[in-house]
């Protein structure tokens, strides 16, 4: 790197350093640590998808609406448009919020969590359209709802398929 930019980079970080120095307290900044500390432990808690169970016994047709994930599925079918029961198409990206649902597996007989992805960025699919509402709450209960257009936080809000990725196992 040049000295020169190396010279501005150490005048600038010392300039936001002796600035915080004066507007923040020693018990501020260790309040602050302390903060981030305890949110950094608790991110392996957060409500998050952990896809990619191949241990499951799967029966059933994908492409059928009968298939034992889509039990509160709303939406075309991936398995019909290009992607799988749990991957978008080429072309298409899941929404980072999705709603989910607990289906059984008649294979085993264990109910499973499922997470109900969206896959959006181009237009509707319109192939193998499946609308069943196991456990579909209100709209005012947004996660558990499969009536909303989760498209949202991509670069479109345009829909065309839906994903069911198993999380987990219901151990209630």
Known sequence: MDTVLL???????????VNSARRLSRRNFISRLGQVLVGTAL???LPMAR???TDIKEIGDP???????YCAIDGFLCSC???TASTCPPGSEPSPVTWVG????????KRYIISYNDCCGKGGCG?????????????????KNNDINWCVGTKTNAYHCSTAVVVGVDES
């Open 63 to 69: 492409q059928s609406c009968d298939y034992w994930r």
């Open 127 to 143: 192939r193998c359209f499946c609308n069943r509402n196991e456990g579909d709450k209100p709209a005012y209960y947004p996660p």
């Open 43 to 45: 991110i392996p808690v």
């Open 7 to 17: 010279k501005k980079l150490d005048r600038w970080v010392t300039g936001r350093t």
């Open 51 to 53: 896809a990619g169970r």
């Open 81 to 83: 448009c290009g992607g």
């Open 102 to 109: 607990t289906c059984e597996n008649p294979a085993d007989g």
